[in-house]
């Protein structure tokens, strides 16, 4: 069994900073790549960035592109969501899943597992 456990959500001025984690433990069945998406009170879920299974291409949705960096930890097995510039309309619960494959889709019923999700809130 996968299990996902993401860190480092919470409150921030807009053009401030965060950086989230994102831990995957358990076996997996192969490559995978691993997402981020969040969705905002009454709104879908949208994705926000992926990064490959060799950690070679990164794909962002155009609302972060610029603000945003996804990557894998050196060393540990996280991968991580830099967000910089933030704005209020960034507000929402953010989840990180994993793809088999590990293309990096954007579409979120390519992943298979998630995590609880953590709160991000840009706010003055």
């Known amino acids: 069994q996968v299990t996902l456990v993401e860190s480092g959500g919470g409150l921030v001025q807009p053009g401030g900073s965060l950086k989230l984690t994102c831990t995957v433990s358990?076996?997996?069945?192969?490559?995978?790549?691993v997402g981020w998406f969040r969705q905002a009170p009454g709104k879908e879920r949208e994705f926000v960035a992926a990064?490959?299974?060799?950690?070679?291409?990164?794909r962002y949705a155009d609302s972060v592109k610029g603000r945003f960096a996804i990557f894998r930890d050196i060393g540990k097995n996280t991968t991580s969501l830099q967000m910089n510039s933030l704005k209020p309309e960034d507000t929402a619960v953010y989840y990180c899943a994993t793809e088999p494959g590990g293309w990096g889709s954007p579409s979120q019923f390519a992943y298979e597992d998630w995590g609880q999700g953590t709160q991000v809130t840009v706010s003055s």
């Open positions: 358990g076996r997996t069945s192969g490559p995978y790549a």
């Open positions: 990064l490959t299974w060799s950690g070679a291409n990164t």
